[in-house]
Nanobody, 124 residues
């Protein structure tokens, strides 16, 4: 059973927005750096964005810089990824991951815990 749970995915038209959420029902997120990754069909999983445990440091892939915003509310034990101006190439399964590194990098090897993923489809 995954310790992280993603929600908020779905189908959206190009130019639209979605807001993904990551919660840890039995997992205290504020101890961990959190990252979002995605995997398109036939492609490797890639880093999208990450945030430090205190929320002060964020990183973004070049492909989403200026369109996506990661944030966290440790009091509510939730991390969100606001995705605006979505493009068809943003389509994929999005994964939330937690790192014991409080200032994580955007590489899969830095993360110990993963959600099961949620589908995001950008299409007209």
């Amino acid at each position: 059973q995954s310790q992280l749970v993603e929600s908020g995915g779905g189908l959206v038209q190009p130019g639209g927005s979605l807001r993904l959420s990551c919660v840890g029902p039995d997992f205290t997120l504020d101890y961990y750096g959190i990252g979002w990754f995605r995997q398109a069909p036939g492609k490797e999983r890639e880093g999208v964005s990450c945030i430090s445990s205190n929320g002060l440091i964020t990183k973004y892939a070049d492909s989403v810089q200026g369109r996506f915003t990661i944030s966290r509310d440790n009091a509510k034990n939730i991390v969100t990824l606001q995705m605006n101006s979505l493009k068809p190439e943003d389509t994929g399964v999005y994964y939330c991951a937690a790192s014991n590194n409080v200032r994580p990098m955007l590489v899969m090897e830095d993360y110990e815990y993963w959600g099961q993923g949620i589908q995001v489809t950008v299409s007209s």
